[in-house]
């Protein structure tokens, strides 16, 4: 008798577990314990203190795992960031007061998202608030790669500026080039507006042909459209499919002389058959803001000339960074009110 009611308090609260937290949030004066393992922008962790028993990360030291092991066995809600490798080792430290990953980004390659599932956790994102400045991002290495602007630059800084001359530093035309995009999603999308402002013709691959009207030529086939394109730029996220998905093989598809841009996740491409391909110069240029083991870039890669290479900047202004704050703070919030959050994703 005694052994069936304490098993229908156990099933109860495991199927309730997450409301009643919530409840126990909202009648209780604790509030709850939100770690963030990232300093985010002074007007972010301002309000962050002010609402919830904010515990935040001052000189920006980032967790390593027995650090996140903690974090996890302590938070009530988990604001993490892309330098937090938050598998299920990490997660099986957790302790059933955890409740909510309120990720600091877009992407969720970084976190295991089907044991975040298993353990009942819900967790949310912060996209559409750095589309544009990720794709102001990729328009500069668009620009720049082709007309030489790393190696200009490397020039002037060897102090090896010789004077104008007529046939010194020629990169080739934006206009009419074929720009294919790999993922057309918001930063796509964002970077198919723009190119399409420099006269670039615009091609694209994704899982599906989009509904809208975009005057761009769909590929349903990525290898069918490779040989055809001048430059490809990377925007798909980071999943199983997607690793290494510029392996050897592709980049050799791509023409000679072509480009490729990525500002995505960096171990869609495999590192080291790019850096080949930049020194035989099969490839005309690459511009890359994100590495396949960063923050480590490729011995290799940073030693061509014809690589434009960016530390992760993407998302990278003041704007972006507040935006993506404040998309944190209004999932932690709906979560609390027991509503669903405007960017969950688990
Ligand atoms: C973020 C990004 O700054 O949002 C993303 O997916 O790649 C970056 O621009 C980073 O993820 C912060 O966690």
Not at 34 to 60: C, F, M, S
Not at 109 to 131: K, Y
Not at 137 to 148: K, Y
Request: glycine residues 8%.
């Amino acid at each position: 008798m005694r052994l069936a009611l304490v098993t229908r308090v156990v099933a109860f609260a495991k199927a309730f577990h997450g409301q009643i937290f919530r409840y126990y949030v909202r009648m209780s004066a604790a509030k709850p314990l939100v770690i963030v393992t990232r300093k985010l922008p002074q007007p972010v962790e301002t309000r962050l203190a002010a609402l919830y028993g904010a515990r935040l990360n001052y000189d920006d030291k980032p967790f390593d795992a027995a650090a996140l092991k903690c974090a996890v066995a302590e938070a009530d809600i988990l604001v993490p960031a892309i330098t937090d490798r938050i598998g299920a080792d990490i997660l099986s430290a957790a302790g059933t007061q955890l409740k909510l990953l309120a990720n600091f980004g877009a992407g969720l390659d970084h976190i295991d998202l089907a044991a975040a599932r298993a353990r009942g956790l819900v967790v949310t994102n912060t996209p559409g608030v750095l589309t544009e400045d990720t794709a102001d991002l990729t328009m500069a290495l668009i620009l720049g790669v082709p007309r030489l602007i790393p190696q200009g630059m490397a020039q002037l800084a060897r102090d090896d500026f010789p004077g104008w001359s007529p046939t010194w530093m020629m990169g080739r035309r934006l206009d009419s080039m074929k720009l294919g995009i790999v993922g057309m999603g918001r930063i796509g999308q964002a970077v198919a507006a723009r190119a399409r402002a420099f006269g670039m013709e615009i091609h694209y691959h994704n899982r599906r042909r989009l509904d809208a009207e975009l005057g761009a030529v769909f590929w349903p086939n990525l290898d069918a459209m490779l040989p055809v394109i001048d430059m490809v730029s990377l925007h798909c996220p980071r999943t199983p499919e997607t690793y290494h998905l510029f392996n050897a093989e592709r980049l050799a598809r791509l023409r000679e002389g072509a480009y490729l841009i990525n500002t995505a996740r960096g171990d869609i491409i495999d590192e080291a058959a790019l850096a080949d391909a930049l020194a035989s110069g099969r490839l005309a240029g690459a511009g890359l803001d994100v590495f396949e083991h960063e923050p480590k870039v490729h011995p290799k890669l940073k030693a061509q000339p014809n690589a434009m290479l960016l530390p992760h900047m993407g998302s990278g202004t003041i704007e972006a960074r507040t935006a993506m704050g404040d998309k944190v703070i209004a999932n932690i919030a709906a979560f609390l009110r027991g509503e669903v959050p405007p960017d969950k994703v688990v």
